[in-house]
Every structure is written in C-alpha cells, then in structure tokens.
C-alpha cells in the first residue's frame, strides 16, 4: 500500500517562493511515475508537472520556466520547486504516483491529502 504526504503549502506573496515535498512509501516508488496536480477553486483538477521512472519531465503551459519538479528516489520524494509565484497559481497542490502500462491507462494510481498554496499580497 502506496502512502503520500505532501508538505510546504502555505501563504506567499507574488514574486515569491515556495517548495513542496512530497514523501512517498511503498516498494514500487522507483518505477513510479510522479506527478504534481493542482485544482484552484471553482476549476478542474489539472496537471501541473510530471516526471518519469527515467527523469524525462513534462510541465503545464502555465508553470514552464517558474516550477520544476525533481525526484529522490534514494529519499523517496518527489519536489515541486515553484519560483515567480502569481495569485493564480493558487490552488490546492496534490502529489500522484503511478506506474502506466504502454495503453495509457494506470496500473496504480496513488494520491496525497494535498496542500493548499496560496499566493497573495
């Protein structure tokens, strides 16, 4: 059984930085994919940044060049580095692990509690 648990939302003004962990357990976490979603009030969940079992990262149009998604897999986390904040990227930040079949579809899919990011001045 796959846990996640995200950590390091909170308030910061636009311009700023915040940094999300989240940490990962279960033996399958190496083969994982990982991936950061987030859903702001009123909109649908979307994705926000992903990257593979071999580090390949894709990110939203929105976020590319501001965030960066990293991985440990010595530590068992994942990281959402969020630089340039702007009042939109509000929302509430969910880690996803899974592991795809060449189908697209999920052999697992595993989600965190989330944590809320907002950004105002």
């Known amino acids: 059984q796959v846990q996640l648990v995200e950590s390091g939302g909170g308030l910061v003004q636009p311009g700023g930085s915040l940094r999300l962990s989240c940490a990962a357990s279960g033996s399958i976490f190496s083969d994982n994919f990982l991936a950061w979603y ?3 009030p009123g909109k649908e969940r979307e994705l926000v940044a992903r990257v593979t079992s071999g580090g390949s990262t ?19 986390m994942v990281y959402l580095q969020m630089n340039s904040l702007k009042p939109e990227d509000t929302a509430v930040y ?8 060449p189908s697209g579809s999920r052999i697992y899919d595993y989600w965190g509690q989330g944590t809320q990011v907002t950004v105002s001045s």
């Not at 894709?58 to 068992?76: L, W």
């Not at 969910?94 to 079949?101: G, K, W």
């Open 58 to 76: 894709n990110y939203a149009d929105s976020v590319k060049g501001r965030f960066t998604i990293s991985r440990d897999n010595a530590k068992n």
């Open 94 to 101: 969910y880690c996803n692990a899974y592991r795809p079949r």
């Open 38 to 40: 987030r859903q702001a």
